[in-house]
């Protein structure tokens, strides 16, 4: 599994453009699916709300690999 982290400049990111923004997700179509389709985790719990607000700390893993948000 591969690890990374990401730096935001703000107090939280929605979760869609946080997928975007990793690069996990080419466009925000890709991030919506994968999200209303429980395949992302965040704190290793299913989440499926795209507009989901992740602060640093938070963990999201899809697929085979997981970015903190820092």
């Known amino acids: ?3 990374e982290t990401i730096k935001i400049d703000s107090e939280y990111i929605k979760l869609q453009d946080f997928l975007k923004l990793s690069g996990v997700c080419a ?3 890709m991030a919506k ?3 209303q389709n429980g395949e ?3 704190n ?4 499926t709300m795209r507009g989901k607000k992740l602060r640093p700390g938070d963990a999201v893993q899809l697929d085979d690999v997981t970015i903190i948000v820092e």
Do not use: F, Y
Not at 44 to 47: A, D, F, Q, S, W
């Open 1 to 3: 599994m591969k690890t």
């Open 27 to 29: 466009t925000g179509g």
């Open 33 to 35: 699916l994968a999200v």
């Open 40 to 42: 992302v985790l965040v």
């Open 44 to 47: 290793k719990e299913v989440c």
